[in-house]
């Protein structure tokens, strides 16, 4: 399918399908780390990715069976509504910041009633246009804030995070900038209209680089959990160690005790044999005396 294709749609497929390997790859790397660990911010990722995979194989699948192409979009906003839940546990916001944490609970919600309406009334514009507010404005700037926040608090994770976002952060800001007002009827400027027409390259390069970034540092956060599972794992150890020592020096401590105490008793029954069989002599010598 591809090599019938012009120069413009064989680069764009063979870049979107190296990213699909890439993207693939990345999911399995922190399904790993999720079966490793068990923490929800590795497999919301995973699976945030996946259906990043699923949206360009669909797009692919979708120039063969046009009846595909309805739902375009439809999985890039699940993707989201993971990607939400991954920002959640990445900043735990339900611990530090639970007001937000809520905001962002119903934004997710919000997303989620968009995947419905994509789904069921795939023709409907009202549903494509809530869809593309949320995508390009609301879910970017609620991220951005997100950030905000974490950075007044100087935690590690949001220097890194925004290093990783703000490419495709801007791009989706300034792609958005460009659809409406092409929308409003407006000319576009050059630049916006250069990012519309290279869209998916830029689109692309800028996921690539946010994931290979985040599976970074997911990996050396992994890496860092790891070795405190496993220094807990010692000290378990080291402290039913310690606890056998503990009873074994308390078992020989008794066993002394009683050993004293079995000492005494013999030395007190010793004693008092003694006197018995003085006691004895005395009666028996009383009674020869007596006769």
Same mark, same amino acid.
């Given at each position: 399918?591809?090599?019938?294709?012009?120069?413009?749609?064989?680069?764009?497929?063979?870049?979107?399908?190296?990213?699909?390997?890439?993207?693939?790859?990345?999911?399995?790397?922190?399904?790993?780390?999720?079966?490793?660990?068990?923490?929800?911010?590795?497999?919301?990722?995973?699976?945030?990715?996946?259906?990043?995979?699923?949206?360009?194989?669909?797009?692919?699948?979708?120039?063969?069976?046009?009846?595909? %192409?309805?739902?375009?979009?439809?999985?890039?906003? #699940?993707? *989201? /509504?993971?990607?939400?839940? @991954?920002? $959640?546990?990445?900043?735990?916001?339900?611990?530090?910041?639970?007001?937000?944490?809520?905001?962002?609970?119903?934004?997710?919600?919000?997303?989620?009633?968009?995947?419905?309406?994509?789904?069921?009334?795939?023709?409907?514009?009202?549903?494509?246009?809530?869809?593309?507010?949320?995508?390009?404005?609301?879910?970017?700037?609620?991220?951005?804030?997100?950030?905000?926040?974490?950075?007044?608090?100087?935690?590690?994770?949001?220097?890194?995070?925004?290093?990783?976002?703000?490419?495709?952060?801007?791009?989706?800001?300034?792609?958005?900038?460009?659809?409406?007002?092409?929308?409003?009827?407006?000319?576009?400027?050059?630049?916006?209209?250069?990012?519309?027409?290279?869209?998916?390259? %830029?689109?692309?390069?800028?996921?690539?680089?946010? #994931?290979? *970034? /985040?599976?970074?540092?997911? @990996?050396? $956060?992994?890496?860092?959990?790891?070795?405190?599972?496993?220094?807990?794992?010692?000290?378990?150890?080291?402290?039913?160690?310690?606890?056998?020592?503990?009873?074994?020096?308390?078992?020989?401590?008794?066993?002394?005790?009683?050993?004293?105490?079995?000492?005494?008793?013999?030395?007190?029954?010793?004693?008092?044999?003694?006197?018995?069989?003085?006691?004895?002599?005395?009666?028996?010598?009383?009674?020869?005396?007596?006769?």
């Amino acid at each position: 399918f591809v090599d019938e294709q012009d120069d413009v749609v064989q680069k764009f497929y063979k870049l979107a399908y190296f990213a699909l390997g890439f993207y693939f790859l990345a999911t399995f790397f922190n399904l790993f780390f999720f079966w490793t660990v068990r923490e929800r911010t590795y497999i919301y990722f995973a699976l945030f990715l996946l259906f990043l995979c699923v949206e360009i194989f669909t797009q692919g699948v979708g120039r063969v069976y046009p009846e595909l %192409i309805k739902y375009n979009g439809v999985f890039i906003i #699940i993707a *989201l /509504f993971f990607y939400f839940h @991954f920002v $959640r546990h990445y900043f735990n916001t339900f611990q530090y910041t639970s007001r937000w944490d809520k905001f962002l609970l119903g934004i997710s919600g919000l997303i989620f009633i968009n995947v419905i309406g994509r789904v069921f009334f795939p023709g409907n514009e009202f549903a494509g246009n809530v869809s593309l507010i949320t995508v390009f404005f609301i879910s970017q700037v609620t991220v951005l804030v997100t950030f905000v926040l974490f950075i007044r608090k100087r935690k590690q994770p949001a220097k890194f995070f925004m290093i990783a976002i703000l490419p495709n952060l801007l791009f989706q800001l300034l792609f958005g900038l460009s659809v409406v007002i092409a929308q409003l009827g407006v000319e576009v400027p050059y630049f916006l209209g250069w990012i519309q027409q290279n869209s998916n390259a %830029i689109s692309i390069t800028t996921t690539c680089w946010m #994931i290979l *970034l /985040f599976t970074w540092v997911l @990996f050396k $956060r992994y890496d860092q959990q790891r070795k405190e599972i496993a220094q807990q794992q010692l000290d378990k150890e080291r402290l039913a160690k310690e606890k056998e020592i503990e009873r074994s020096n308390l078992i020989e401590q008794q066993k002394i005790e009683l050993e004293k105490t079995v000492d005494e008793r013999t030395a007190e029954l010793k004693q008092s044999l003694h006197e018995l069989r003085a006691t004895q002599s005395q009666l028996i010598q009383s009674e020869k005396m007596a006769s």
